[in-house]
T-cell receptor
Framework: NAGVTQTPKFQVLKTGQSMTLQCAQD?????MYWYRQDPGMGLRLIYY???????DKGEVPNGYNVSRLNKREFSLRLESAAPSQTSVYFC???????????????FGPGTRLTVT | RKEVEQDPGPFNVPEGATVAFNCTYS??????FFWYRQDCRKEPKLLMS???SGNEDGRFTAQLNRASQYISLLIRDSKLSDSATYLC?????????????FGKGTSLLVTP
């Protein structure tokens, strides 16, 4: 199993450009997440998808859109990139939550995005 | 107020030392708890889950105090390879689903 994969690993954009970050998991997980991580800020949730066909906003959704393409894939789109979106972006997945369970979240290797 | 708070450190300790990290969480509805480890420029990875009765995995011991909403991680006999950032993570269930809340992390540097 590859686990959670993300593409690209690195990207440099100019202000105003658009791009889509891709994420896929092969663990048959129901839930998928997008986070950004900035120095001193920790991991912040952008959007998540509790199950195929649903998406919800997290803590910092402004400037982003997501698509849960199927159970395996969850993409993050920046329509008009801004320097404030320079960050490391992590995708994660997790099995369906169940009462009493303690399921960990698995992360992809991250995408390092710089917006100039 | 952030839902999960940790001392950011850094904690600089010599090899062989014992070091403890603390974490507090604000939401009493939180249901499960984890410690993750993150190496520099890498993704976070699960170190251990934290159970109500406390649990141990080799040199690592995790404790949970629900009454005080407090979680701890103890590392005994520190190794150079333990140098990393340790993230306290709390799972919360709400009407809209569930989410993991991450602390900002505590940085540990183990020196020779």
């Amino acid at each position: 199993n590859a686990g959670v994969t993300q593409t690209p690993k690195f990207q440099v954009l100019k202000t105003g450009q658009s791009m889509t970050l891709q994420c896929a998991q092969d663990m048959n997980h129901n839930s998928m997440y997008w986070y950004r991580q900035d120095p001193g800020m920790g991991l912040r949730l952008i959007y998540y998808s509790a199950s195929e066909g649903t998406t919800d906003k997290g803590e910092v959704p402004n400037g982003y859109n997501v698509s849960r393409l199927n159970k395996r894939e969850f993409s993050l789109r920046l329509e008009s990139a801004a320097p404030s979106q320079t960050s490391v972006y992590f995708c994660a997945s997790r099995p369906r939550w169940a009462q009493g369970a303690s399921y960990e979240q698995y992360f992809g290797p991250g995408t390092r995005l710089t917006v100039t | 107020r952030k839902e999960v708070e940790q001392d950011p450190g850094p904690f600089n300790v010599p090899e062989g030392a014992t070091v403890a990290f603390n974490c507090t969480y604000s939401n009493s509805a939180s249901q499960s708890f984890f410690w993750y480890r993150q190496d520099c420029r890498k993704e976070p990875k699960l170190l251990m889950s934290v159970y109500s009765s406390g649990n141990e995995d080799g040199r690592f011991t995790a404790q949970l105090n629900r009454a005080s909403q407090y979680i701890s991680l103890l590392i005994r006999d520190s190794k150079l390879s333990d140098s990393a950032t340790y993230l306290c993570v709390v799972n919360m269930v709400s009407s809209s689903g569930y989410a993991l809340n991450f602390g900002k992390g505590t940085s540990l540097l183990v020196t020779p």
